[in-house]
């Protein structure tokens, strides 16, 4: 019996020199510790957990969908949105237009009948010599417009070094013309630009090539689809358009309104045994109409450039999204163009308002700073007109995403604003770095 009591003690002694069998269970867990063990396994039993998209942010162009495959969140049907802001375009362009009939009557009443009883006759010509001018100016930027798109195409990351350069030599040569004429804070402000620009390379030469690649895929999607080429010529000439017909409209509502809306007050002074008699006019109606003409052309103007941009969006999410698969377009520029006049046409109009209020607002301070006598009221009023340019620069670099987003996603302005905030927060450094040099 006392031989069976000292067992337990023996298989102690026993376990002690001989290691278990290799079939029997590791008794202190070896094999479920080392994590090798633990995440090779589902590396080749689950090989489709690798290409599963990841759900946290990061990199849009690592996370592009695959061929063939629709993203999620592309809106091929959106509602219309911010309904209130096309009407409110409409209704003042309405407006517009109801004036300019009777101003452009006034105009052709003026330039056409000879000034009678001494009055004066409108100095506002257009003779053959401008408008041959014109012409030519506008065929020789349109010409080296596309030579310089080409180039690009063919050689894009040449020309963004080039394109550097000369940026860099334009800002030294501007300095040497402003201290040739004698403006030497001018020129000290371009060297100093100039100083910069050429720093700048240093620091952001390792982005050029992903700028090299986005270059070439923007040049790729213009020569399939050179519809986007065509959106940017046809604004251009609406722009022309619609900004003569703006300056037959002002000259001729100035006619209209200048001599028969005048309040005039004559004010009489004894000074020195003599009479002076001065008489100031104030035109209001003349003033508000004025105020209105500006900020329709300053509206109208951005309407027209955004349909274009927000058109130009949609091609490319287009591509981005549907090339290769039965849903994309047959026409995407047609199809993104009435997109853009549609339902996101509210949302044009609701970012166009903003700039155009801001612009306004400098055309107002800069005619006050022009007329008044008061030295420190203009002072005040240079200062806060530099300070809306920073504003008006801001919010234009945002809209410039925002439209994206209304391009792509359909969304109304206000939640595109919102997103494009929580974006450029994101990657905001990196978006205006790659702007400056794909642009």
């Known amino acids: 019996m006392s031989g069976y009591g000292q067992q337990p003690q023996h298989g102690q002694q026993h376990q002690q020199y001989y290691p278990p069998p290799s ?29 599963a998209p ?12 695959r061929p063939g495959k629709v993203a999620e969140n592309y809106n091929p049907r959106p ?9 409110l375009f409409f209704v003042h362009l ?33 003779d053959g010599k401008a408008i041959a001018l014109l ?32 940026s860099i030599v334009l800002y030294f040569v ?58 940017g010529i046809v604004g251009l000439i609406v722009q022309v358009a619609y900004s003569i017909w703006w300056v037959i409209t002002v000259v001729g509502a100035f006619q209209l ?64 999204f549907l090339d290769g698969t039965p849903a994309a377009p047959t026409s995407p520029t047609f199809s993104a163009l009435g997109r853009a006049l549609t339902t996101s046409f509210g949302s044009i109009c609701f970012g166009s308002l903003i700039i155009a209020l801001l612009q306004t607002l400098k055309a107002v301070l800069r005619n006050f700073a022009n007329d008044s006598s008061n030295g420190f009221a203009a002072f ?5 007109v530099c300070f809306l340019n920073c504003i008006e620069g801001l919010v234009e670099y945002f809209n410039h995403y925002a439209y994206t987003e209304v391009a792509i996603y359909g969304k109304p302005f206000c939640a595109a604003a919102k997103d494009t905030w929580n974006l450029i927060k994101d990657r905001g450094i990196e978006a205006i770095i790659n702007d400056n040099l794909v642009g």
């Not at 509602?79 to 096309?86: I, M």
């Not at 100016?137 to 070094?161: D, E, H, K, N």
């Not at 720093?199 to 213009?222: D, G, N, Q, Y």
């Not at 005040?380 to 806060?384: R, S, W």
């Open 23 to 51: 079939g029997a269970p590791p008794q202190q867990g070896y094999y479920a510790q080392p994590p090798p063990q633990q995440y090779a396994s589902p590396l080749y039993a689950q090989p489709s957990s690798i290409y």
């Open 54 to 65: 990841p759900q946290y942010a990061t990199d849009p162009l690592l996370n592009a969908p």
């Open 79 to 87: 509602k219309y949105n911010d309904v209130w802001a096309t009407i």
């Open 94 to 126: 309405a407006g517009f237009v109801a004036l300019s009939y009777f101003s452009i009557k006034t105009f052709i009443l003026h330039n056409t009948t000879p000034a009678a009883n001494g009055g004066v006759q409108s100095q506002f010509t257009l």
């Open 135 to 166: 012409a030519v100016c506008v065929v020789i930027g349109f010409a080296l417009s596309i030579i310089y798109l080409l180039i690009m195409q063919r050689w894009p990351r040449a020309m963004i070094m080039i394109s550097w350069i000369f």
């Open 174 to 231: 501007a300095a040497a013309f402003y201290a040739y004429l004698g403006s030497y804070i001018a020129a000290i402000i371009f060297v100093i630009f100039g100083i910069f620009y050429a720093l700048a390379w240093f620091w952001w030469k390792s982005r050029i090539p992903f700028a090299v690649i986005m270059l070439e895929t923007v040049t790729s999607v213009t020569r399939k689809y050179p519809g986007t080429v065509m959106v």
């Open 257 to 320: 309104f200048d001599s028969n809306s005048a309040s005039c007050r004559t004010t009489t002074q004894q000074t020195g045994g003599s009479t002076i008699t001065t008489t100031q006019c104030t035109n209001y109606p003349l003033y508000g109409i004025m105020l209105f003409l500006i900020f329709s052309f300053y509206w109208t103007s951005q309407v027209i450039k955004t349909v274009g941009h927000v058109t130009v969006s949609g091609v490319f999410a287009s591509f981005y």
């Open 380 to 384: 005040l009023a240079i200062c806060a």
